[in-house]
């Protein structure tokens, strides 16, 4: 696997406040993507990078913004974090040329 | 858009038997899937991947099976032993940069 780590892994936070997930890869992964993970709906893709300073939106983007200013750090942004935020967040990357995506461990977030 | 969906939610069978895993996708542009392994707290982790040009591929253990004509793919585990308890996630992807669809997953439930 490659080396995918996120931080932090567990966090409980309040309904309005800004919330900062990182993760962070050492295998010069061009490609980088955030999901989050809810039952009944599996893996969503929120946002993803195709390199430095390159990002795009996915499937369910509102609400979260990311940065990737190196290329193994990938920030995720809730900017005022809702209850319907609460979940299970995984940060994935891939090289250029391939399809298969490692993942990181995730982080666990809850909005009160 | 198109997604990647799973026939049954949770598969239970006994332990040493054979297990197989069933997906169907509906993107006929999907040139590449996969299957994850996700353990409970864990992120997903690579098992298997094929190509839209193979029709089976095997691993330790595993096998993967796609069959285009009518969209459907599985993965047989061999052998079935305590530690293949896990959901188990099939994805599939066009090649596009936004990478991987998911589907919602399979409980694999072993019993002894």
């Not at chain 2, 332990?15 to 409970?40: L, M, P, V």
Request: a neutral charge; charged letters at 20%; proline letters at 4%.
């Amino acid at each position: 696997d490659a080396g995918i780590t996120q931080s932090p892994r567990h966090k409980v936070t309040e309904t309005g406040t800004p919330v900062t997930l990182r993760c962070h890869q050492t295998e010069n992964h061009r490609y980088m993507y955030w999901y989050r993970q809810d039952p009944g709906h599996g893996l969503r893709l929120i946002h993803y990078s195709y390199g430095v300073k390159d990002t795009d939106k996915g499937e369910v983007s509102d609400g979260y913004s990311v940065s990737r200013s190196k290329t193994e750090d990938f920030l995720l942004t809730l900017e005022s974090a809702t209850s319907s935020q609460t979940s299970v967040y995984f940060c994935a990357s891939n090289r250029d040329g391939t399809d298969t995506q490692y993942f990181g461990p995730g982080t666990r977030l809850t909005v009160l | 858009g198109e997604s990647v969906g799973l026939h049954l939610p949770t598969l239970s069978v006994q332990e040493g038997d054979n297990s197989i895993i069933n997906c169907a996708y509906s993107n006929s542009a999907s040139d590449y899937f996969i299957w994850y392994k996700q353990e409970s707290g864990k992120g997903p982790q690579f098992i298997i991947d094929i190509r839209s040009n193979m029709d089976k591929r095997q691993g330790q253990r595993v096998t993967v099976l796609l069959n285009k004509t009518v969209k459907h793919l599985s993965l047989q585990i061999a052998a079935t032993q305590p530690g293949d308890s896990a959901v188990y996630f099939c994805a599939d992807s066009g090649g596009g940069a936004d990478g991987l669809t998911f589907g919602k997953g399979t409980h694999l439930i072993i019993q002894p």
